[in-house]
């Protein structure tokens, strides 16, 4: 799909419906976390702009490094792979977002595929959107099976719909404050963690 020359008017009813659903539940979350892949590597200037219209962090797989320029201060780069670091991100997060990825081992530093997603899903599944443009990737993560929202969507397409519902919502209700109001802090928290000797 060539997401420059198409709109997210043209996501299928279910699609649209889907993301307004989940557009809200993100959109009221305290801490949320995107997690983009090597499916939204077309969609960097989408995901920036949502990046910074949400105000969350965002982690990037191997497959997504470069979506987001790891020098933004919303970006922890592509560290998935360091453990204590990652859990102890995710033990705040109150929601989840997943663009373009189907997390797979090599994002974890794994040769196999057994216990491949190791997210906390059965804590943030319903407050979990994955947006791919692949329906076999969509089923990979377990999203919809922990009560999440999956969508299958060009990224480009989706990130527009959602910024369409966040600035609707902004405008209704205002925005909550997004991780203790200094995002870039938890950022930079989680890059010196991650970046430590230990955990490297």
Known sequence: IDSANTSAA????????????????IWRCERPLIIVGGGAKDSAAHVTELT???????????????????????SCGGRLQHKP????????????LLIGTHLS????????????????????????????????????????????????????NACRSLMSTFAKLQQSEGAPQRWGGSPEAAVATFREKGDAPAAM
């Open 105 to 156: 081992p090599t994002d974890w530093w794994h040769y196999a595929h057994e216990g491949e997603v190791q997210l906390p899903m059965e804590r943030l599944g319903p407050s979990t959107l994955h947006i791919d443009i692949d329906p076999d990737t969509l089923k990979q993560c377990g999203v919809a099976e922990a009560g999440g929202i999956t969508v299958q969507a060009d990224a480009s």
């Open 52 to 74: 910074e219209m949400l105000g969350a962090p965002v982690l990037h797989t191997v497959g997504g490094k470069g979506v987001l320029d790891e020098r933004h201060k919303l």
């Open 85 to 96: 670091a990652v859990a102890e991100l995710m033990a705040q997060v109150d929601g989840l």
């Open 10 to 25: 043209e996501l299928a009813p279910r699609e649209s419906k889907a993301l307004a659903e989940a557009a809200a539940k």
